[in-house]
Nanobody, 115 residues
Framework: QVQLVESGGGSVQAGGSLKLSCATSGTTARILAMGWYRQAPGQAREQVATITNDRRIKNADSVKGRFIISGDNALNTVDLQMKSLKPEDTAVYYC?????????WGQGTQVTVTS
């Protein structure tokens, strides 16, 4: 199973920027897609952005124009550049990976946006 290590979370004022990174390890399986989800307290986990191995990108409407997902050619690492952050972006952000062996999740990284 793919192991995922996230980094880059933290606290920032509204209007600021943060970059999240996710690195894969523990597999030689072909990675089909990677993405970021988030979960705010008391809310369901929601999809933020995904990227497939043929470079198709999907963004949630709430982050379009503000967040950019990118990855290396093999999707061994994926970044989420977040700009113009809003207090409602506050959540635990999870990296996820879809590979031949199934789907894996990272442990999550906290993003806090203060007004």
């Amino acid at each position: 199973q793919v192991q995922l290590v996230e980094s880059g979370g933290g606290s920032v004022q509204a209007g600021g920027s943060l970059k999240l990174s996710c690195a894969t390890s523990g597999t030689t399986a072909r990675i089909l897609a990677m993405g970021w989800y988030r979960q705010a307290p008391g809310q369901a986990r929601e999809q933020v952005a995904t990227i497939t191995n043929d470079r198709r990108i999907k963004n949630a409407d709430s982050v379009k124009g503000r967040f950019i997902i990118s990855g290396d050619n093999a999707l061994n690492t994926v970044d989420l550049q977040m700009k113009s952050l809003k207090p409602e972006d506050t959540a635990v952000y999870y990296c996820t990976c879809a590979a031949a062996g199934g789907q894996s999740w990272g442990q999550g990284t906290q993003v806090t946006v203060t007004s």
